[in-house]
């Protein structure tokens, strides 16, 4: 039922300060203040080296059809999330995410959705705290000014973009 629209090759880099610096000298921008926690924390773990995840863009509104009685307006994140696992797909890993930022083509998302610049990765939330609230969030990868940049959205989310937003998970 999903097509594979990118692979990416896994275990690459075998620590989370080697995968820090790829992304800085590959000149990523890093605008999620808890990347470099969520490498660094029990749920990152490194595939085996060359390792492939193959991995599908999803509209939201093929997800959101797949369920019955739930108000679009209430849909978050991980509303969408469990609706991608009930339909036989798998979510990314950290190390997943991060290894896609790496040839992240905007375009190809273009041309698979007709959407904008940006998609969110269908990945296990990973738990931070924003001042006195702890949230679970995942990560999102964009371009502006020819750049691809990391950022991070809290699964608990509930935005109108969530009606455009493409979703990648991986193929199990």
């Known amino acids: 039922m999903f097509s594979t629209w990118k692979s990416v090759t896994l275990g690459v880099y075998t620590t989370p300060d080697e995968y820090l610096s790829a992304l800085r000298s590959q000149g990523i921008v890093i605008e999620s203040p808890s990347l470099e926690e969520m490498l660094r924390s029990a749920e990152f773990e490194i ?19 797949n369920v019955f009685g739930v108000r679009w307006d209430r849909f978050n994140y991980a509303d969408f999330h469990a609706c991608g696992l009930s339909s036989g ?12 930022a790496f040839s992240f083509e905007p375009h190809g998302l273009n041309s698979h959705l007709g959407c904008g610049h940006w998609a969110h990765i269908a990945m296990k939330g990973i ?29 608990d989310a509930r935005r109108f973009c969530h009606r455009t937003t493409p979703m990648i998970f991986q193929i199990p």
């Open 89 to 100: 797909l798998r979510l990314c890993t950290i190390e997943t995410a991060v290894a896609l």
């Open 127 to 155: 738990p931070v705290a924003f001042g006195k609230i702890s949230a679970h969030i995942s990560l999102t990868l964009s371009t502006s000014g020819g750049q691809v940049r990391i950022a991070e959205d809290r699964l």
């Open 47 to 65: 595939a085996p080296k060359g390792t492939v995840a193959n991995l599908t863009v999803v509209d939201p509104n093929l997800l959101r059809n």
